[in-house]
């Protein structure tokens, strides 16, 4: 069931969504409410699940990681033991920064960070490749980021 969000809800979103670590104080004075009113929606919105999490944005390049690669992968097999043991492979992987399931053509859009080709090409024949799980793969390197 998802639940009701009314504007205030959704501005709390937004304003947690661009600045995670905003004092309770500082977000009620953006959403024009009271501290305490504002504490109380922010701890319904996690209760409900709506607000999963709050983490840090850093930036890969300055750990050394300057590389990033969208990975399609389309698997030789869509059994559910195939299927299963590919997901609990890519948990092991670190370059693997988020993997999606698909529809269409490829089974798989794997985020990889990398330190350079050289790194990718281990991650890619070594780790993604070795397994035997996969039929095609098809490699996308980003240029800038838009958005």
């Known amino acids: 069931?998802?639940?009701?969000?009314?504007?205030?809800?959704?501005?709390?979103?937004?304003?947690?969504?661009?600045?995670?670590?905003?004092?309770?104080v500082e977000l009620a004075e953006r959403v024009n409410l009271s501290p305490s009113a504002c504490l109380r929606r922010v701890q319904?919105?996690?209760?409900?699940?709506?607000?999963?999490?709050?983490?840090?944005?850093?930036?890969?390049?300055?750990?050394?990681?300057?590389?990033?690669?969208?990975?399609r992968v389309q698997l030789k097999s869509h059994g559910a033991a195939d299927i299963a043991r590919f997901a609990a492979d890519i948990q092991c992987w670190d370059e693997v920064e988020r993997c999606f399931a698909l529809t269409g053509d490829m089974d798989y859009l794997i985020e990889v960070r990398v330190r350079d080709l050289e790194h990718f090409s281990h991650f890619l024949l070594d780790r993604l490749l070795a397994g035997g799980q996969v039929a095609d793969v098809n490699s996308s390197f980003v240029l800038r980021a838009v958005k």
């Open 1 to 24: 069931m998802t639940p009701a969000l009314d504007r205030t809800d959704l501005a709390i979103l937004r304003a947690l969504q661009a600045h995670g670590r905003l004092a309770n």
């Open 44 to 71: 319904r919105l996690e209760a409900e699940g709506v607000i999963t999490g709050y983490r840090a944005d850093v930036d890969a390049a300055k750990l050394g990681l300057g590389l990033r690669a969208f990975v």
